[in-house]
């Protein structure tokens, strides 16, 4: 589950709206405003832990109408460390002059990783372990919003892959190319 944020452990109220984004293959992104319950159902997730690869954390028993609504046989439970909020909320009350130049190119960078290469390991097999680690500092950086630039040392080949990206130049940017005695190039 690519999009979510950190598991409340809150019990679900009474006059709260709830949203069930349901994911079968693919990255899920939640936002939801403050008074709103939004959980992700990741199938791909669930199939992997029945097949022992892994734990899923149950949906908090107040979702099961959406899961019927969804026809999706998902755990739901009603224990405090049932997943009752995993969206990432937004402040209503930002407005377009406070945001960050930054922001949503972290999101735009995976997104376009994610539509040009089939798999992260293409991107090992193609250009080493080094360039998919700091490709994944940028992305960090990117997210962050800070505008900080990730230093590209002689043995990563992050331009690369940023020059076959639509938006490669955006992210370049970001990106200080060092020789391997740490001089910049």
């Known amino acids: 589950m690519a999009a979510a944020g950190p598991l409340s452990g809150r019990p679900a109220?009474?006059?709260?709206?709830h949203a069930l984004v349901v994911v079968r293959g693919g990255i899920a992104e939640v936002f939801a405003d403050r008074d709103v319950r939004a959980?992700?159902?990741?199938?791909?997730?669930l199939e992997r832990a029945r097949r022992g690869e892994g734990k899923v954390t149950p949906l908090h028993a107040s979702f099961k109408p959406l899961l019927a609504l969804a026809q999706v046989d998902y755990p739901t439970s009603d224990a405090p460390e049932s997943a009752t909020d995993e969206a990432w909320h937004l402040p209503n009350d930002r407005k377009p002059e406070d945001r960050n130049?930054?922001?949503?190119?972290?999101?735009?960078?995976?997104?376009?990783?994610?539509?040009?290469?089939?798999?992260?390991?293409?991107?090992?097999?193609?250009?080493?372990?080094?360039?998919?680690?700091?490709?994944?500092?940028?992305?960090?950086?990117?997210?962050?919003?800070?505008?900080?630039?990730?230093?590209e040392w002689s043995d990563s080949r992050v331009s690369e892959v940023l020059a076959e990206l639509p938006s490669g130049a955006e992210y370049a940017r970001f990106v200080l190319k060092l020789s391997e005695l740490g001089e910049l190039i």
């Open 39 to 45: 959980v992700v159902a990741d199938l791909d997730h």
């Open 101 to 151: 130049p930054a922001d949503g190119l972290g999101l735009r960078l995976f997104r376009e990783l994610d539509a040009r290469f089939e798999t992260m390991g293409t991107i090992v097999d193609r250009y080493g372990v080094m360039t998919l680690i700091d490709l994944w500092w940028l992305t960090y950086a990117l997210l962050e919003g800070k505008g900080e630039c990730i230093q």
């Open 13 to 17: 109220m009474s006059g709260v709206k």
